[in-house]
């Protein structure tokens, strides 16, 4: 990894793009923006420099070398760049050494040869420079311009590492972790990332998580695990992101949590910068939608079973049945000290029933110290007498990890014995297993199997889970039918997430024919129960218009309501209606700070505008360096405008210092993704020859590329250029033709011009 040129050369990796809704955009008509004059001082400094330079200040030469480079105060000369740092490094100067081998590796100005830059490196990194230490290793280890030889790439890094270059420390961790050039050691692993990890490298940090996570090195802890990959996500770093949302759906090292597992999901199928882990994350997204597929796993301590007085009915002393009856009485009185202690006295006796609600007391805290070992014991007892709900509960203590270690195929053991007393939600949790591949193999036959015994006893939550295999053709053909029909027989008992599923089906018309009413009123009944994405889906409807009447006071209600519960998406959507001012008062702080909740979340759009914000001074103090970082944040994830945003801030000198070359690679990136904006302003230099080669017939394609989305002032220029016969034949037909075009949509140049032709 090699560093910027001068610590400023930005390279921006590029992610998913999502739509915003503001840009940045030069509107004069020859779009090119004003450099600023150099006043007195700066002339005469510049001069300075280029004297001291001729006279062999190695510094200067240095220095000088980056005005030809950037082309800062004189023409952008990348030959002229590589000759002054040829002079300098001629001295013994490190840096331009450095910066030459840079050139040459990646063959910048120069014809790519890494045999030139190994010669450049080794000159600097005998000196002792890091950087240059390290991009040696580099060649060693990939077998670039030298044989491939992990041992002297080992003996780079190890100079390099001992002088705290992260990036070294990193790499030698990997020749340990994998064996490459050393024996495989991963406790030298271990050790070298948290060395580079201590600096906030972020692959360092993902893979002491690694270490942790498979007991490599060091003793198997999850929760050190989630400790690494939480840095490390918090940098972006989309592996460890979607490693924490597993973390998160198996609940190993954290509680289980589906809904924060697909945060973190999301989180990585947002980025483009790692496409494996991109797509696994949208796979595991596509398989685990925003519902929770093991409900029951999270409801099997509670008391849906307790109260059933039948189990005394097995006791022949009328004392007995007396307290049950008195026990059940005083729980449903929330008296849990008194349930606790009439119960106790009956498991005491052997009663199977008043033990497993005497587990159920300790597992959830209630009239005693909560206890899972406790509860466990409880449960086994009448586990033992062949109670199913206690054998489903040993289930759910195994399967979540509670006062046992957590163990699948234990769980799958119990759930099994309670499932063949036709118990309907051991069933279910059976399903549910064999859908994941949790303790056996992933069978999802086996699953539809299992869920079908529960859904026939009318269990809401197979139901649901039978409704999901059919809308993923999971294990059978996708049918959105059926989907619909398990959907609808989960939603008549509440069942909030089928009542959203139901919603989506009617307004994407899968199954059903499309009906946005129909989607409206599922999407009210699971919002009543403070289904957050159903909250924000009713927003979206009346923010535009289906199936109601548009009102964006009513889309705002629910956007607030989704955006309390920390969804994203709503949080960003009303932070657009408060800057707008549609359904509520404008009010660009409130916007700012509904933005920012989003973005703080790694939201690309929610950054994007609060760029945008500060740009602009609305909701803040105008600050141009604020809106470039926030721009960065969202360009890194390939959002267009943020990039196409980021060149006009270059191009402009606001925020940065004027660098035309710059403005063109961020708005290449923005305009690769069919951005009308970038596409012109791209356009605008290649005609201009600013920060490129001056090329008409790159402007042409460009201006041609955004023309053709209806762009006046592309099409205006694309005019002028044929009218000129600049990189095309001169042809005034199709400059007339061009130039009609862009005053069909008022461009008064385009009036004008059409003037001289009589028009």
Same mark, same amino acid.
């Given at each position: 990894?090699?560093?910027?040129?001068?610590?400023?050369?930005?390279?921006?990796?590029?992610?998913?793009?999502?739509?915003?809704?503001?840009?940045?955009?030069?509107?004069?008509?020859?779009?090119?923006?004003?450099?600023?004059?150099?006043?007195?001082?700066?002339?005469?400094?510049?001069?300075?420099?280029?004297?001291?330079?001729?006279?062999?200040?190695?510094?200067?030469?240095?220095?000088?070398?980056?005005?030809?480079?950037?082309?800062?105060?004189?023409?952008?000369?990348?030959?002229?760049?590589?000759?002054?740092?040829?002079?300098?490094?001629?001295?013994?100067?490190?840096?331009?050494?450095?910066?030459?081998?840079?050139?040459?590796?990646?063959?910048?100005?120069?014809?790519?040869?890494?045999?030139?830059?190994?010669?450049?490196?080794?000159?600097?990194?005998?000196?002792?420079?890091?950087?240059?230490?390290?991009?040696?290793?580099?060649?060693?280890?990939?077998?670039?311009?030298?044989?491939?030889?992990?041992?002297?790439?080992?003996?780079?890094?190890?100079?390099?590492?001992?002088?705290?270059?992260?990036?070294?420390?990193?790499?030698?961790?990997?020749?340990?972790?994998?064996?490459?050039?050393?024996?495989?050691?991963?406790?030298?692993?271990?050790?070298?990332?948290?060395?580079?990890?201590?600096?906030?490298?972020?692959?360092?940090?993902?893979?002491?998580?690694?270490?942790?996570?498979?007991?490599?090195?060091?003793?198997?802890?999850?929760?050190?695990?989630?400790?690494?990959?939480?840095?490390?996500?918090?940098?972006?770093?989309?592996?460890?992101?979607?490693?924490?949302?597993?973390?998160?759906?198996?609940?190993?090292?954290?509680?289980?949590?589906?809904?924060?597992?697909?945060?973190?999901?999301?989180?990585?199928?947002?980025?483009?910068?790692?496409?494996?882990?991109?797509?696994?994350?949208?796979?595991?997204?596509?398989?685990?939608?925003?519902?929770?597929?093991?409900?029951?796993?999270?409801?099997?301590?509670?008391?849906?079973?307790?109260?059933?007085?039948?189990?005394?009915?097995?006791?022949?002393?009328?004392?007995?049945?007396?307290?049950?009856?008195?026990?059940?009485?005083?729980?449903?009185?929330?008296?849990?000290?008194?349930?606790?202690?009439?119960?106790?006295?009956?498991?005491?006796?052997?009663?199977?029933?008043?033990?497993?609600?005497?587990?159920?007391?300790?597992?959830?805290?209630?009239?005693?110290?909560?206890?899972?070992?406790?509860?466990?014991?409880?449960?086994?007892?009448?586990?033992?007498?062949?109670?199913?709900?206690?054998?489903?509960?040993?289930?759910?203590?195994?399967?979540?990890?509670?006062?046992?270690?957590?163990?699948?195929?234990?769980?799958?053991?119990?759930?099994?014995?309670?499932?063949?007393?036709?118990?309907?939600?051991?069933?279910?949790?059976?399903?549910?297993?064999?859908?994941?591949?949790?303790?056996?193999?992933?069978?999802?036959?086996?699953?539809?199997?299992?869920?079908?015994?529960?859904?026939?006893?009318?269990?809401?939550?197979?139901?649901?889970?039978?409704?999901?295999?059919?809308?993923?053709?999971?294990?059978?053909?996708?049918?959105?039918?059926?989907?619909?029909?398990?959907?609808?027989?989960?939603?008549?008992?509440?069942?909030?997430?089928?009542?959203?599923?139901?919603?989506?089906?009617?307004?994407?018309?899968?199954?059903?024919?499309?009906?946005?009413?129909?989607?409206?009123?599922?999407?009210?009944?699971?919002?009543?129960?403070?289904?957050?994405?159903?909250?924000?889906?009713?927003?979206?409807?009346?923010? +535009? #218009?289906?199936?109601?009447? $548009? @009102?964006? &006071?009513?889309?705002? *209600?629910? !956007?607030? =309501? /989704? %955006?309390?519960?920390?969804?994203?998406?709503?949080?960003?959507?009303?932070?657009?209606?408060?800057?707008?001012?549609?359904?509520?008062?404008?009010?660009?702080?409130?916007?700012?700070?509904?933005?920012?909740?989003?973005?703080?979340?790694?939201?690309?759009?929610?950054?994007?505008?609060?760029?945008?914000?500060?740009?602009?001074?609305?909701?803040?103090?105008?600050?141009?360096?604020?809106?470039?970082?926030?721009?960065?944040?969202?360009?890194?994830?390939?959002?267009?405008?943020?990039?196409?945003?980021?060149?006009?801030?270059?191009? +402009? #000198?606001?925020?940065?210092? $004027? @660098?035309? &070359?710059?403005?063109? *690679?961020? !708005?290449? =990136? /923005? %305009?690769?993704?069919?951005?009308?904006?970038?596409?012109?302003?791209?356009?605008?230099?290649?005609?201009?020859?600013?920060?490129?080669?001056?090329?008409?017939?790159?402007?042409?394609?460009?201006?041609?590329?955004?023309?053709?989305?209806?762009?006046?002032?592309?099409?205006?220029?694309?005019?002028?250029?044929?009218?000129?016969?600049?990189?095309?034949?001169?042809?005034?037909?199709?400059?007339?033709?061009?130039?009609?075009?862009?005053?069909?949509?008022?461009?008064?140049?385009?009036?004008?011009?059409?003037?001289?032709?009589?028009?």
């Amino acid at each position: 990894m090699h560093k910027p040129l001068c610590l400023a050369l930005l390279l921006a990796a590029t992610a998913h793009a999502l739509a915003a809704d503001d840009t940045t955009r030069n509107t004069d008509t020859d779009c090119t923006p004003q450099a600023k004059s150099a006043d007195s001082e700066e002339t005469q400094a510049l001069a300075d420099l280029q004297q001291r330079a001729a006279a062999g200040d190695a510094t200067a030469q240095f220095e000088f070398g980056f005005l030809y480079y950037y082309g800062q105060g004189v023409a952008q000369d990348y030959g002229q760049a590589r000759a002054w740092w040829e002079k300098a490094a001629a001295q013994g100067h490190a840096d331009a050494q450095y910066i030459l081998g840079i050139l040459y590796d990646e063959g910048r100005g120069v014809v790519q040869d890494y045999a030139q830059a190994r010669v450049w490196y080794e000159k600097a990194a005998a000196q002792g420079h890091t950087d240059a230490q390290h991009d040696l290793g580099l060649l060693y280890g990939k077998g670039q311009g030298v044989a491939q030889d992990y041992a002297q790439a080992r003996a780079w890094w190890e100079k390099a590492a001992a002088q705290g270059h992260a990036d070294a420390q990193y790499d030698l961790g990997l020749l340990y972790g994998k064996g490459l050039g050393v024996a495989q050691d991963h406790a030298q692993a271990r050790a070298w990332w948290e060395k580079a990890a201590a600096q906030g490298h972020a692959k360092a940090q993902f893979n002491l998580g690694l270490l942790y996570g498979k007991g490599q090195g060091v003793a198997q802890d999850y929760g050190q695990a989630r400790v690494w990959w939480e840095k490390a996500a918090a940098q972006g770093d989309a592996k460890a992101q979607y490693t924490l949302g597993v973390l998160y759906s198996k609940g190993q090292g954290v509680p289980q949590d589906i809904n924060k597992a697909r945060v973190w999901w999301e989180k990585a199928a947002a980025q483009t910068d790692d496409k494996e882990a991109q797509q696994a994350a949208q796979q595991t997204l596509a398989e685990n939608p925003p519902i929770k597929w093991n409900q029951t796993m999270k409801t099997t301590l509670c008391l849906a079973l307790l109260l059933v007085v039948s189990a005394a009915y097995a006791l022949s002393d009328s004392e007995k049945e007396t307290l049950m009856t008195a026990a059940v009485e005083a729980y449903e009185q929330q008296d849990y000290a008194t349930a606790l202690g009439k119960w106790q006295t009956l498991a005491e006796k052997g009663d199977a029933e008043s033990q497993n609600n005497l587990g159920v007391l300790y597992a959830n805290g209630q009239g005693v110290a909560q206890d899972y070992a406790q509860a466990r014991a409880w449960y086994e007892k009448a586990a033992a007498q062949g109670h199913a709900q206690a054998q489903n509960n040993l289930g759910a203590l195994y399967y979540e990890g509670k006062g046992v270690a957590q163990d699948y195929g234990q769980a799958r053991a119990w759930y099994e014995k309670a499932a063949a007393q036709g118990h309907a939600e051991a069933q279910n949790s059976l399903g549910v297993l064999y859908s994941k591949g949790q303790g056996v193999p992933q069978d999802i036959n086996k699953a539809r199997v299992w869920f079908e015994k529960a859904a026939a006893q009318d269990y809401a939550d197979a139901q649901y889970n039978l409704g999901l295999l059919y809308a993923n053709g999971q294990g059978i053909a996708q049918d959105y039918g059926k989907a619909r029909a398990w959907y609808e027989k989960a939603a008549a008992q509440d069942d909030a997430q089928a009542q959203y599923n139901l919603g989506v089906l009617y307004y994407e018309g899968k199954g059903v024919a499309q009906d946005y009413g129909k989607a409206r009123a599922w999407f009210e009944k699971a919002a009543a129960q403070d289904d957050a994405q159903a909250q924000y889906n009713l927003g979206v409807l009346y923010d +535009e #218009g289906k199936g109601v009447t $548009q @009102d964006y &006071t009513q889309a705002a *209600a629910w !956007y607030e =309501k /989704a %955006a309390a519960q920390g969804l994203i998406q709503a949080q960003y959507n009303l932070g657009v209606l408060y800057r707008d001012g549609q359904g509520v008062a404008q009010d660009y702080g409130k916007a700012r700070a509904w933005f920012e909740k989003a973005a703080a979340r790694g939201f690309s759009a929610a950054q994007s505008n609060l760029g945008v914000l500060y740009a602009n001074g609305q909701g803040v103090a105008q600050n141009y360096g604020q809106a470039r970082a926030w721009h960065e944040k969202a360009a890194a994830q390939g959002l267009s405008t943020a990039q196409s945003n980021l060149g006009v801030l270059y191009a +402009e #000198g606001k925020g940065v210092t $004027q @660098d035309y &070359t710059q403005a063109a *690679a961020w !708005y290449e =990136k /923005a %305009a690769a993704q069919g951005l009308i904006q970038a596409q012109y302003n791209l356009g605008v230099l290649y005609r201009d020859g600013q920060g490129v080669a001056q090329d008409y017939g790159k402007a042409r394609t460009w201006f041609e590329k955004a023309a053709a989305q209806g762009d006046a002032a592309a099409q205006y220029n694309l005019g002028s250029l044929y009218e000129n016969g600049q990189g095309v034949t001169r042809d005034i037909s199709k400059a007339r033709e061009w130039f009609e075009k862009a005053a069909a949509q008022g461009d008064e140049s385009a009036k004008a011009a059409l003037q001289k032709f009589g028009k």
